[in-house]
């Protein structure tokens, strides 16, 4: 399984803001199913960023084209060969 980064472009409307809670829905359940790491939006400059798990690009288009906002996007995927944070890191041991 390979990390892939999605950057997102999108335009607002009121079609768009209509499909956002299916969406969110859709992305909840890729959250919990493990498939998708992190979510972020910015409606500053209507891109999103999606880090996801997947066998190849061909699984994260489809993946992305499940979506109820598919129709408005455009999107870059770039396989990642190093992700780390935080949060990929074990938890610090504090002695009580």
């Given at each position: 399984?390979?990390?892939?980064?999605?950057?997102?472009?999108?335009?607002?409307?009121?079609?768009?803001?209509e499909?956002?809670?299916?969406?969110?829905?859709?992305?909840n359940?890729?959250?919990?199913?493990?498939?998708?790491?992190?979510?972020?939006?910015?409606m500053?400059?209507?891109?999103?960023?999606?880090?996801?798990?997947?066998?190849?690009?061909?699984?994260?288009?489809?993946?992305?084209?499940?979506?109820?906002?598919?129709?408005?996007?455009?999107?870059?995927?770039?396989?990642?060969?190093?992700?780390?944070?935080?949060?990929?890191?074990?938890?610090?041991?504090?002695?009580?």
């Amino acid at each position: 399984m390979q990390k892939y980064l999605v950057t997102i472009q999108f335009e607002m409307s009121e079609a768009f803001m209509e499909q956002v809670p299916p969406h969110r829905t859709y992305i909840n359940f890729l959250i919990n199913k493990g498939t998708i790491d992190h979510y972020a939006v910015s409606m500053e400059t209507h891109r999103s960023w999606i880090t996801l798990n997947a066998e190849s690009k061909k699984e994260v288009e489809k993946i992305l084209k499940k979506s109820p906002l598919c129709k408005f996007w455009t999107w870059e995927i770039d396989e990642l060969f190093v992700l780390d944070g935080q949060h990929y890191r074990l938890p610090e041991v504090n002695p009580n």
